[in-house]
């Protein structure tokens, strides 16, 4: 069973910048990878996403300009570099693996088949 992992979450200072990394266990045979985040007492959030194919991207506006979704397919490894944080960022950021749509605008955490645990991201004012 294929697993993926957060890491490089934390606590950082509103303008700092942090880079998120989720790697799994080995080949997802995954389309895309998409990043989530959620912060408490709201839903689970789109906050960006890429294709493996000619790794296109997509983003929910809110973050556009200031955070890059990238990935290393020989790496089986994805990465969400956030610049600019601001204290609304804060939640707990997944990544998960969507093994059946190559569409780009794939917002809803419900087509997402595969998800790791999550890291905290903190942006203190």
């Known amino acids: 069973q294929v697993q993926l992992v957060e890491s490089g979450g934390g606590l950082v200072q509103a303008g700092g910048s942090l880079r998120l990394s989720c790697t799994a266990s080995g080949r997802t045979s995954s389309y895309a990878m998409g990043w989530f985040r959620q912060a408490p007492g709201k839903e689970r959030e789109f906050v960006a996403r890429?294709?493996?194919?000619?790794?296109?991207?997509f983003y929910t506006d809110s973050v556009k300009g200031r955070f890059t979704i990238s990935g290393d397919n020989a790496k089986n490894t994805v990465y969400l570099q956030m610049n600019s944080l601001k204290p609304e960022d804060t939640a707990v950021y997944y990544c998960?693996?969507?093994?059946?749509?190559?569409?780009?605008?794939?917002?809803?955490?419900?087509?997402?088949?595969?998800w790791g645990p999550g890291t905290q991201v903190t942006v203190s004012s």
């Open positions: 890429i294709r493996w194919s000619g790794l296109n991207t």
């Open positions: 998960a693996a969507d093994r059946l749509r190559l569409t780009m605008n794939v917002m809803s955490p419900a087509e997402y088949d595969l």
